[in-house]
């Protein structure tokens, strides 16, 4: 049984903000859910604002560890994907076999996830050697003031919204958790920059960090 753990009110404004999304955010949402193939494993999936993009022929499991996003997610039609099966679950410490998923879709989840670099250890060690990760997140920006206002803003912001940090350099993070990027496009966010992209597991051990 699913403990009432997790951000209330952000999870109630994320809803709100995920059903009034602007269509250029829906199409990277689309870009991103939309190249899924086989079992697909989505980190974070919130109220499930990336179901309606998944392709039906999809395996997938969400897992999602804060209950106001899960119970608000079951207000939120289900695709119509092979099968579907969602859980209380951590990103960072997945009860999920070795090379086991086709696809990990991660969507503005590594900002928000405690320990981004575990997490994406964890994506790159339920991946099958042939398999995918497919990414859209916000990230910080590279000029040195608009940085570091991120930085001095991280605090603040995180409390507000639900431990997303503005600041995260997730792009370092991804291949340093053992991936090489397939595809990648920089685009934007409001006012943050942001990643979209592909990447698959890199051969041999991932680096530490
Ligand atoms: C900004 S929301 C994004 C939700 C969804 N991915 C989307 O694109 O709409 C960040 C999500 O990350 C989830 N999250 C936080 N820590 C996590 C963890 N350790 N494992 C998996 N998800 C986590 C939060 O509960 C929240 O649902």
Redesign the pocket.
């Known amino acids: 049984m699913a403990t009432r753990s ?1 951000h209330r009110g952000f999870a109630a404004v ?1 809803d709100w903000m ?1 059903r009034h999304e602007p269509r250029s955010e829906k199409e990277l949402r689309a870009r991103t859910a939309g190249g899924c193939r086989g079992l697909t494993l989505e ?5 499930g ?2 179901w309606s993009f998944l392709p039906p022929q999809v395996d997938y499991v969400g ?4 209950a106001y ?1 899960r119970s608000r997610a079951a207000h939120h039609e289900r695709p119509k994907t092979r099968s579907f099966d969602l859980r209380d679950g ?3 410490a997945l009860e999920i076999p070795d090379a086991s998923v086709d696809t990990v879709l991660a ?3 590594f900002c ?3 320990d981004a670099a575990a ?1 994406l250890r964890e994506a790159r060690r339920v991946l099958r050697p042939d398999g995918q990760l497919r990414f859209c997140e916000h990230v910080r920006p590279a000029g040195r003031v608009s940085g570091r206002a991120t930085d001095v803003l991280a605090p603040p912001w995180s409390r507000l919204a ?3 940090h503005p600041n995260r350099r997730t792009l370092a993070v991804i291949e340093a958790a053992g991936f090489e990027l397939t595809e990648l496009e920089r685009t934007r966010i409001g006012p943050l920059p942001a990643i979209l992209g592909v990447a698959r597991p890199a051969p041999g051990a991932p680096q530490e960090g």
């Open positions: 997790g994320w995920s980190f974070g999936f919130g109220v604002a990336n897992i999602e560890p804060d996003m951590d990103a960072q969507t503005f989840v928000t996830i405690p997490a639900g431990g997303c």
